[in-house]
């Protein structure tokens, strides 16, 4: 589909949806795709079983709902880290693309909704300042390993971004199982790790992290090193209970 020759501005939902032989596609900045009310929601390549790789253009903003959702072969995304624009992936935009082992999070990228990765099979993620994590983001993402968040401080993880229950399925023990895990800002009061229960490394919270939950790493036997940074000031009930691989813990001046 050449979209760059063209005079298209808009395309409807469903617009490109289930086509057996695109294999790959470069999404411009200047075509807004969009849904029946017109509030960027779009299924636009949904289901689209051959795609396996696809080019943001720097000036695409937003990758809309279920954009490539069931796109089982989407192995590739492309994006710059430095020039997109990219500042939000919307709802389950690449929901069960089981063969997406990696994505580069632009820079510029600010909202992460609902289901945006679930059940890919992302192994890594590195976000920038992002602002917005919803709910179910990375659930179901069994190969994924490792996670650094650099966050800002409004930032509010929720309890459910990588295990819990959704659509019927339960991906507490399905879901991540992460051995490293890194937050440099943002608020925990509300986050669990319990997914990553028997395979948890290294956990380092940056000096931005504040409201760590009780219990939080409590009965985590594989943790070996954890860093805690200045915005640390204490340590809850049963943090570090029955954590027998612990070696160390480094505390911020």
Excluded: H
Excluded at 101 to 108: E, H, I, K, Q, R
Excluded at 122 to 127: I, K
């Amino acid at each position: 589909i050449d979209f760059e020759s063209s005079n298209l501005t808009r395309a409807g939902a469903y617009v490109f949806s289930y086509m057996p032989n695109l294999t790959e596609l470069t999404v411009p900045g200047k075509v807004e795709f969009y849904q029946q009310n017109g509030d960027l929601q779009s299924s636009a390549f949904q289901g689209c079983a051959a795609l396996e790789k696809v080019t943001l253009d720097d000036s695409v903003t937003i990758i809309p709902y279920r954009m490539f959702s069931q796109c089982s072969k989407l192995a590739e995304v492309q994006a710059d880290k430095a020039d997109s624009k990219l500042e939000t992936i919307d709802r389950n935009a690449f929901a069960q693309c089981g063969k997406l082992a990696s994505f580069t999070f632009p820079d510029a990228l600010k909202n992460l909704r609902n289901s945006a990765f679930i059940q890919t099979g992302l192994t890594s993620v590195e976000l920038g300042a992002v602002e917005t994590l919803d709910n179910n983001v990375f659930q179901g993402c069994s190969a994924l390993t490792t996670v650094n968040i650099e966050g800002t401080k409004d930032l509010k993880i929720p309890k459910s971004l990588f295990n819990g229950s959704w659509n019927g399925s339960d991906f507490n023990n399905d879901g991540a199982k992460l051995t490293s895990f890194t937050v440099k800002n943002g608020d925990l009061s509300d986050f669990s790790l319990s997914g990553s229960k028997a395979t948890l490394k290294n956990v380092m919270l940056g000096d931005g992290v504040t409201n760590v939950p009780d219990g939080l790493l409590s009965g985590f036997k594989a943790l070996e090193t954890v860093s805690l940074g200045k915005g640390v000031t204490s340590i809850a009930d049963y943090t570090f209970k029955d954590c027998t691989s612990l070696k160390s813990i480094e505390l911020s001046e």
